[in-house]
């Protein structure tokens, strides 16, 4: 499957030049691309405290919505920054989907129940380092040496990636190009492994 998100549309149209839009495009928002976005955002915030300006959390979190609107939609920060309240809080809502829920959320009921735990289908197939497209993900059970070694490094998102790669055989580029519904779902998958005894798996 190949998955794009329902355009999203606006009670009050946005004009932009000489067209007139009563509804945004949305694309898939890719886990490489919002990492990196959450990453400089937090730096903001951090590089704000310092400088003894720090910033509020409706107003953080505004900036982060913000920035993961203009990805979704494609469309530039003083473009939206028309949207009319109300249209922009429907808009942050929808993005807060994409970037919070696992990738079953947006499957049929047929998909959802063919899906295989440990071989999750992706929403947008990923073309690999070697050279493969891949449309579902093959994960393998972590063992503990594995695990000691995801413990020494101090970086979550390093942390995550690396747990990741040893458990699918990809390697971070890949997994930068899953959509963040993709990735949710196979934290969710390895957090399991990591967390629950062997009886949660009969």
């Given at each position: ?34 990492a ?6 937090e730096?903001?915030?951090t ?17 982060v919505?913000l920035?993961?609107a203009t ?6 920060e ?12 429907g ?5 807060f989907?994409?970037?919070s829920?696992k990738s079953?959320?947006f ?22 380092s070697d ?7 093959a994960l393998e059970v ?12 101090s ?6 990636e ?6 699918t055989?990809?390697?971070?580029h ?6 963040v519904?993709?990735?949710?779902t ?17």
């Amino acid at each position: 499957m190949s998955w794009k998100p329902a355009p999203h549309t606006l009670r009050w149209p946005l004009t932009v030049g000489d067209e007139t839009l009563t509804e945004l495009p949305l694309r898939p928002i890719l886990h490489g691309e919002h990492a990196d976005l959450i990453a400089r955002m937090e730096s903001h915030k951090t590089d704000k405290a310092n400088e003894g300006k720090p910033l509020a959390d409706d107003e953080y979190d505004h900036l982060v919505f913000l920035s993961l609107a203009t990805m979704a939609t494609g469309l530039e920060e003083k473009t939206l920054l028309k949207l009319k309240k109300p249209d922009f809080n429907g808009l942050a809502q929808r993005v807060f989907e994409l970037v919070s829920s696992k990738s079953l959320a947006f499957m049929d009921a047929t998909q959802r129940a063919e899906a295989e735990p440990d071989e999750p289908p992706l929403l947008v197939p990923v073309k690999c380092s070697d050279g493969i497209t891949r449309d579902a993900i093959a994960l393998e059970v972590p063992d503990l040496e594995a695990t000691q070694m995801m413990r020494k490094i101090s970086d979550r998102r390093e942390r995550a990636e690396f747990i990741t790669a040893k458990c699918t055989g990809l390697i971070a580029h890949d997994l930068a190009q899953l959509t963040v519904p993709d990735w949710n779902t196979l934290q969710a998958r390895l957090n399991d492994f990591l967390n629950e005894t062997g009886d949660f798996f009969h």
